[in-house]
């Protein structure tokens, strides 16, 4: 006999007895909704909570599509129309066999339609309906009602505005209202960017927050040529050109009490210009060290690294991996009135004060070596350099932590040890590269758990395994994830914290940069002196229960 949804909540402890009896109550005093409906619409539990009981209860397989990636070949299975008025989004193909979480797993007729329309066996499971609802658009976009439904509500809130300027009266007004509404939005969702993708029939825009594209705003394809017109000329580009990339910047004033920044890159494409605005929050820089996410050891041995009077500390790690704001953070914890500290960045992000900034200009001439020499001139004891790009830069930097300067740079490498062999491909010298680098640091960012609905759970044993651990291991671990909120979105995450990778150059590891090893040589030299590598960090935030393992085995390869 199956159990009731209220009785498997009451279990998972997703919700209490009283506020089951209340939902049932409410039932027998007319309500027509489900008591699931009823639960979540009251605050006592999450649509997830509702989803995972049901799976329970038909014996089905639990989806969180939040943290699940379905493949764009799969979702494509079931046309959109499909998929929205059946709320269903096929998740996983194995074989013959086609996995689709569903609202309502027991719509026998719809799993009857995909049985029929995909000639594949149709393998039922769960998941919430804002989850699948929001995967249906972010494989299909927005459905045509719905942008004519929000463009309309958009229009009828202009026409209600009783003071208008010339300048902002129709059309025009509806621009500059949907651009400064899609920045608001941005900021106010915590995201880091704002993308504005021209697509075959519609202009697509996504936010990254937490480092994960979201589909927000939509807009249909009339509005693409205003919309990209307006964000060009905010930022100061030539509205005329369209066959070159261009860049620019935006202040936005938000309320009386608050303006951001945005960098601003156009890139042309098939459909149209895609722009790209990197939101800049001066109040994101508040950061210490101790907020980085660095382990107490590794903050302990960064500390005493960045007190050095010379040498070179590289942070490397791809796009987006947090490294500016790491080297800000250390730049904050040196900016003492007895030191000089002067950068070169293309372009200066955020501006600090008392540090020397300098903006590279190559139009003029002004780029990384050029000003790196004038720099020496000002005799300086820090020097941050933006990012090494080539031998020149490179070389410039390295003389100057060889003559008495404390350098921090940047270098696109996946880890710390590929930086060695980096520098020596770009053709600087093995021995100076052995005798000036003091430290390379390798990071990442991983979603934290929601410190709203964070609870314990027991991962699976594939899960422990890809993980790289052994049950002994794990036997007083306290795992956490998120249940899903109003304050994290549904998501289970909120924030990002870095997980590192810290290599301090010893004898043996100088050696092995002068003999030119490769960094297979150079990486196990480094772990077998104790250096801790990205996965281990983040194995280590994960039995904390700071995140998730599946956001360790996301962002970390287990391949130590």
């Known amino acids: ?52 009981a049901l799976a ?31 709320k269903l989004i096929p998740v996983a193909l194995n074989g013959k066999t086609l996995t689709v979480a569903m609202a309502n797993p027991l719509d026998l007729e719809a799993v009857d339609t995909l049985r029929f ?133 935006i202040k936005v004033r938000l309320s ?33 060290l101790e907020d980085m996410g660095f382990d107490s050891s590794d903050l302990k041995i960064y500390q005493q690294l960045i007190k050095r009077p010379n040498g070179i500390i590289l942070v490397t790690g791809p796009t987006g991996s947090g490294k500016t704001t790491t080297l800000y953070a250390t730049l904050n914890a040196l900016n003492t009135i007895d030191r000089k500290i002067i950068t070169a960045e293309d372009p200066v992000e955020y501006h600090l004060g008392g540090i020397n900034q300098c903006q590279i200009q190559h139009k003029i001439g002004l780029d990384f070596p050029r ?34 300067h404390l350098v921090f740079s940047t270098l696109h490498t996946n880890d710390a040890p590929s930086a060695i062999t980096r520098l020596i491909d770009m053709g600087v010298q093995p021995f100076l590269v052995a005798t000036s680098i003091q430290a390379v640091v390798a990071q990442r960012l991983i979603r934290t758990n929601c410190p709203k609905c964070a609870e314990p759970f027991e991962p699976d044993q594939a899960t422990i395994s890809g993980l790289g651990l052994r049950p002994s291991q794990v036997a007083d671990a306290t795992f956490r994830r998120g249940r899903g909120c109003d304050h994290c979105k549904g998501s289970g995450y909120r924030g990002r914290k870095g997980i590192f990778e810290m290599m301090v150059m010893n004898r043996h590891l100088r050696e092995l940069a002068f003999n030119k090893a490769s960094s297979s040589e150079v990486r196990k030299a480094a772990m077998g002196a104790g250096m801790v590598s990205l996965a281990q960090d983040g194995v280590r935030k994960a039995l904390q229960g700071v995140t998730t393992p599946d956001e360790v085995i996301r962002m970390a390869r287990m391949d130590d």
Not at 388 to 404: K, M, N, P, V, Y
């Open 56 to 86: 329970e209860q038909v014996g089905a397989r639990f989806y969180d599509l939040e943290s699940t990636e379905v493949p764009a070949q799969v979702s494509q299975l079931v046309p959109a129309d499909t998929a929205r008025q059946r």
């Open 371 to 404: 000003i790196l020499r004038a720099m020496l001139r000002q005799a300086p004891n820090v020097i941050l350099v933006g990012e090494i790009r080539d031998a020149e830069t490179a070389q410039i930097a390295i003389q100057a932590s060889l003559t008495g």
């Open 256 to 288: 009386e009490d608050k303006t951001i920044d945005l960098r601003v890159s156009s890139l042309p494409s098939v459909y149209g210009e895609s722009i790209v605005m990197r939101i800049l929050d001066s109040s994101s820089l508040k950061l210490s």
């Open 1 to 52: 006999m199956r159990k009731f949804i209220g009785e498997i909540l009451i279990e998972m402890e997703a919700c209490t007895d009283g506020q089951v009896k209340e939902a049932l109550k409410r039932q027998m005093d007319g309500d027509k909704r489900l008591l699931g409906e009823i639960l979540v619409a009251s605050e006592f539990c999450s649509p997830e909570d509702v989803a995972r």
């Open 117 to 249: 329309t995909t000639s594949l066996s149709i393998e039922v499971a769960v998941a919430s309906e804002r989850q699948i609802l929001a995967a249906i658009e972010k494989a299909h976009g927005l459905s045509d009602e719905k942008i004519d439904q929000m463009m309309g509500q958009f229009t009828q809130e202009l026409n209600v505005r009783t003071q208008e300027t010339d300048e902002e009266k129709g059309d025009d007004a509806l621009i500059i209202k949907f651009v400064q509404q899609i920045i608001t939005n941005a900021y106010n969702n915590r995201a880091s960017d704002i993308h504005v993708e021209p697509m075959l029939d519609h202009l697509r825009i996504r936010y990254r927050i937490d480092g994960v594209c979201f589909v927000m705003d939509p807009a249909p394809k009339r509005l693409q040529g205003p919309v990209l017109q307006r964000i060009k000329i905010m930022a100061g580009m030539q509205i005329e050109e369209k066959r070159r990339p261009q860049g620019g910047r």
